[in-house]
């Protein structure tokens, strides 16, 4: 019995399989889609800038726009001087923090906000181009694109009422393009009396955002409402 059932499961197995090989065939031959359509070649300059964004969104904005500058000699700037300018400005927004801290501490009975860990990432922004408008006025006005795909790691407790809360933000991604506009010019030194910063579309901001350890961001509910209010 044994051996004749080792035959037969064979013999089973073989048939099974060889039918399915077939039964497969058959299915993918007779049951092709109809309504597939070929691929359409077009060169690149025959597309706008809009269709070029939705097609290669990562290539720079000085290859899909002439009117943009390379700014490579900027990126490497930033890349050299990162290390510091991350302590400078990690520095700075915490002298401007204190203040305000202080008085909402005292104002809604906190016992103590701080920062626990502070730095902005080992990854600079970049600068995918930039352009520069050429007028008749005493001013200079340029129009960077900004790209930042950040590692930052800042993390603030809250101590209130006997609790402790437990805040991070990690992984922050920022696209945006500000107009710059130095006004007027001056002979002298810095050579500009005013700067005005402005955005030109919304900004896109994107991070997340850790409370005791679980991803806030992670909540689409949440998620569309930081999105829509940034």
């Not at 497969?24 to 007779?30: E, L």
């Not at 995918?128 to 590692?151: C, F, H, R």
């Not at 696209?175 to 402005?198: E, G, H, W």
Request: proline share 7%; charged share 20%; glycine share 6%.
């Amino acid at each position: 019995m044994g051996v004749i059932s080792t035959v037969l499961g064979l013999f089973g197995f073989g048939f099974g399989f060889s039918s399915g090989i077939v039964i497969g065939y058959y299915f993918f031959i007779y049951f092709q889609p109809t309504n597939v359509k070929d691929v359409e070649v077009r060169p690149l300059v025959e597309y706008d800038s809009n269709s070029l964004d939705g097609i290669l969104p990562e290539i720079p904005m000085w290859v899909k726009n002439p009117d943009y500058d390379r700014v490579d000699w900027l990126n490497r700037f930033l890349e050299l001087m990162w290390p510091n300018l991350n302590k400078a400005i990690c520095r700075m927004a915490q002298d401007i923090a204190k203040p305000i801290i202080a008085e909402n501490c005292e104002k809604y009975k906190i016992d103590s906000v701080e920062f626990e860990t502070l730095t902005l990432g080992s990854l600079p922004p970049t600068f995918q181009g930039m352009k520069v408008y050429i007028t008749d006025e005493k001013e200079l006005i340029m129009e960077p694109s900004l790209k930042w795909a950040a590692n930052p790691n800042i993390t603030v407790v809250a101590k209130a009422y006997g609790l402790k809360a437990t805040v991070q933000i990690v992984d922050l991604q920022v696209f945006a393009s500000p107009r710059i506009t130095l006004k007027p010019l001056v002979p002298t030194f810095p050579c500009f009396a005013n700067i005005s910063v402005s955005l030109m579309e919304k900004p896109h901001v994107d991070f997340g955002l850790k409370l005791f350890g679980a991803d806030l961001m992670a909540i689409p509910v949440l998620y569309k409402f930081v999105q829509g209010h940034h």
